[in-house]
């Protein structure tokens, strides 16, 4: 295991983590988050994927006074077939969850990597999902995390209907011109480990463009892990990597980058309990 200094990972936030999913790559979530939060690390996102999951998430980590829940369905074929009754089941875990800890709807939206017309998807049924999860978004006033891959002009197509609806397109994938149309839609972009690769060309430049407040950072633990971790599982403290690599290609100072990072995820998810912990 990596070793952290206070000034390594002191007000660092990762916006898209999955935290139950780090003890079945060999990873204690309990003793990481710890380990972590002893040393100043400002606060954690954790992600839902599945209609269900979110009650046993609480009842796992919000001992920790510093992580804030989302609840979504990723479009796994199996949500996709199932989603409307999937979409009922979420909505009352999202009645049901302590509203100082519910942060966003998702992870949710479009994945044409995996669910290829091609090769049969529900492509229909796809963006209904979506959109079940947007329209949650609306009613109970939330913003939303959106997983878009191989799909940037049909996500961005579905998001211009539900203007009052904010979020961010995390793990952006795309280059300049389509953080452009997201941005345009007044969407946040948040960058994960995937910066740090050989072959992120256009997605540095993306990097470049957003403006100062519109930019998050992420893990996406325990997928994606930045250089020089990469092919082994992804863990909050690797967000380190991104910040670094982010505020030398943005030209700042990380402590810059930081600050940045805490007040757009402050601004974003209306998370003002976590202020004090960031700060100290």
Same mark, same amino acid.
């Given at each position: ?167 961010? =397109? ?5 280059? $300049?011109?389509? %953080? *452009?149309?997201? @941005? +345009? !839609?007044?969407?946040?972009? /948040? ?60 030209? =700042? ?5 930081? $600050?940045?990072? %805490? *007040?757009?995820? @402050? +601004? !974003?998810?209306?998370?003002? /309990? ?7």
């Amino acid at each position: 295991m990596r070793q952290d200094t206070m000034s390594d990972i002191a007000g660092l936030i990762d916006t898209h983590a999955h935290l139950s999913m780090l003890l079945s790559r060999g990873i204690s979530p309990e003793k990481r988050l710890e380990e972590l939060f002893s040393g100043g690390f400002g606060g954690i996102i954790d992600i839902g994927t599945e209609a269900h999951d979110l009650a046993d998430r609480v009842d796992a980590f919000s001992r920790f006074d510093r992580i804030r829940f989302a609840a979504g369905i990723w479009p796994y074929p199996e949500a996709i077939a199932g989603r409307r009754e999937l979409a009922a089941v979420l909505e009352q875990q999202i009645r049901k969850a302590p509203p100082q800890l519910l942060a966003a709807v998702g992870e949710c939206g479009l994945d044409r990597h995996w669910n290829k017309a091609e090769a049969g998807a529900d492509i229909a049924g796809e963006g209904e999902l979506l959109e079940a999860q947007l329209d949650l978004a609306k009613q109970y006033r939330l913003p939303v995390i959106i997983h878009s891959r191989d799909a940037a002009e049909e996500t961005a197509e579905i998001l211009s209907q539900y203007p009052e609806v904010r979020g961010v =397109i995390h793990c952006f994938s795309y280059g $300049a011109p389509q %953080a *452009k149309t997201f @941005l +345009d !839609l007044g969407y946040y972009l /948040s960058f994960a480990g995937t910066l740090t690769y050989k072959n992120a060309g256009p997605l540095r430049e993306a990097l470049r463009f957003v403006p100062d407040d519109r930019l998050l950072l992420e893990t996406d633990s325990p997928f994606l892990a930045p250089i020089p971790y990469r092919g082994s599982p992804a863990e909050p403290g690797m967000v380190g990597e991104t910040y670094r690599l982010a505020a030398a290609l943005r030209g =700042i100072s990380q402590e810059k980058l930081k $600050a940045l990072a %805490a *007040k757009n995820t @402050l +601004d !974003l998810f209306g998370l003002e /309990s976590l202020q004090s912990n960031i700060d100290s």
